[in-house]
């Protein structure tokens, strides 16, 4: 059942995130979406995750055949060794779930190449443990249009929630008080496409204006 409320938000410090299989061979046969979008969007989402301390977990499948992680999201990690599986299922490997189940955390955030199948199964068998799974949808792709479309209606009826990078980001941010809204500016500005452009420009003038303030 989805929650409503300030319950129903996400909190970096209920959250964990798992990035699934965004290597090389995936991206070949990515066609739901423009494949330099949902690079930019999963680099966004993993900096976001870094800002916010929220745990992140990186995982390939047969690495040897499918390529590494792709690098804009192991620079991100560079310390941190992606988990290699041989499951198709993330949450069937006791690697990734030991993970999460000793952080004690319930809001698991996912986003995986391809949709239908590294995002579908394991927020679907989450979903049955008593996660709150919400489903990165804009760093997420499938093999179509309609694979990617149709695994996200199947999640939703499980009971995830769809969520972008940009709004997992806000939503983790809540008020511009916050410490982290340096960081949160920043991932725009390298990421967040027209929002970049805009935010760029408010900088420029308000440095201009600091300027003549200062003559």
């Known amino acids: 059942m989805f929650k409503t409320g300030l ?11 798992v990035l699934i299989d965004h290597q090389p061979y995936q991206f070949a046969n990515l066609n739901s979406h423009e494949p330099t979008m949902i690079i930019n969007n999963v680099i966004g989402l993993a900096k976001a995750a870094k800002v916010f301390k929220v745990p992140t977990i990186l995982t390939t499948v047969v690495e040897e055949r499918g390529g590494y992680l792709i690098k804009g999201l ?12 041989t499951f198709v299922n993330t949450w069937e490997d006791p690697k990734v779930t030991d993970i999460v189940k000793k952080s004690g955390r319930k809001q698991l955030v996912l986003a995986a190449l391809y949709t239908e199948i590294c995002l579908a199964m394991p927020a679907i068998q989450a979903l049955g443990e008593g996660y709150e799974v919400f489903i990165v949808t804009d760093a ?3 093999a179509s249009v309609e694979a990617h479309d149709m695994a ?14 940009l709004a997992t980001m806000s939503e983790w941010q809540r008020d511009w008080a916050r410490d982290t809204a340096a960081g949160v500016t920043e991932i725009i500005l390298e990421h967040g496409g027209a929002g970049a452009v805009a ?15 200062g003559s």
């Open 199 to 213: 935010t760029a420009w408010e900088f420029q003038l308000l440095n201009s204006r600091r300027k003549e303030a």
């Open 152 to 165: 996200v209606r199947r999640m939703v009826q499980a009971g995830a929630v769809p969520i972008t990078w």
């Open 7 to 17: 319950e129903g938000l996400l909190r970096p410090e209920d959250s964990i995130l």
């Open 140 to 142: 997420s792709g499938g």
């Open 74 to 85: 192991q620079d991100v990690f560079p310390e941190q060794k992606p988990i290699d599986r």
